[in-house]
């Protein structure tokens, strides 16, 4: 559903963000990408010309984007098309329940391996990078250390 520029439309987003953060085990991950649990993150809806901007953060993390509309709203899955600040393209901001919160370490590595994306996107702008991941690659490692 698109969003006017309704107070209506901003205040059920919020209830639903709010409804969704109170269920406890709800995933966020930006275009397929985990970001964080939302139990850990503080939100806030804002209108800023027009816009209707969307903040998360953390101690760890922060971002703002402009949400152009409601793709999905079901109930594991919460899905908007948000606007990055300076790109072209739309992309996709999803909430999703699952069954239980990642494990800490999980956390660690998924934080780990977003941060070292970031560094070498900055450090090799041309470079593109195939794939990254924190799965554990038993195949060719020695142990599962």
Same mark, same amino acid.
């Given at each position: 559903?698109?969003?006017?520029?309704?107070?209506?439309?901003?205040?059920?987003?919020?209830?639903?963000?709010?409804?969704?953060?109170?269920? +406890? $085990?709800?995933?966020?991950?930006?275009?397929?990408?985990?970001?964080?649990?939302?139990?850990?993150?503080?939100?806030?809806?804002?209108?800023?010309?027009?816009?209707?901007?969307?903040?998360?953060?953390?101690?760890?993390?922060?971002?703002?984007?402009?949400?152009?509309?409601?793709?999905?709203?079901?109930?594991?899955?919460? #899905?908007?098309?948000?606007?990055?600040?300076?790109?072209?393209?739309? +992309?996709?901001?999803?909430?999703?329940?699952?069954?239980?919160?990642?494990?800490?370490?999980?956390?660690?590595?998924?934080?780990?391996?977003?941060?070292?994306?970031?560094?070498?996107?900055?450090?090799?702008?041309?470079? #593109? #990078?195939?794939?990254?991941?924190?799965?554990?690659?038993?195949?060719? $490692?020695?142990?599962?250390?």
């Amino acid at each position: 559903m698109p969003l006017n520029s309704s107070a209506n439309d901003w205040a059920a987003l919020d209830r639903a963000l709010r409804d969704r953060a109170v269920l +406890g $085990s709800v995933e966020v991950r930006e275009d397929g990408e985990w970001l964080a649990e939302l139990a850990t993150l503080h939100f806030e809806l804002r209108v800023e010309r027009k816009n209707l901007l969307l903040r998360l953060w953390s101690d760890v993390r922060n971002l703002t984007r402009r949400v152009l509309r409601v793709k999905e709203n079901a109930d594991d899955r919460f #899905v908007l098309e948000v606007q990055r600040f300076g790109r072209a393209k739309p +992309g996709r901001l999803e909430f999703l329940r699952t069954d239980s919160p990642r494990p800490a370490a999980r956390i660690t590595c998924e934080q780990f391996r977003a941060r070292c994306a970031g560094i070498l996107a900055e450090t090799f702008p041309d470079a #593109v #990078v195939d794939s990254r991941t924190a799965a554990p690659d038993l195949e060719n $490692s020695f142990s599962s250390s």
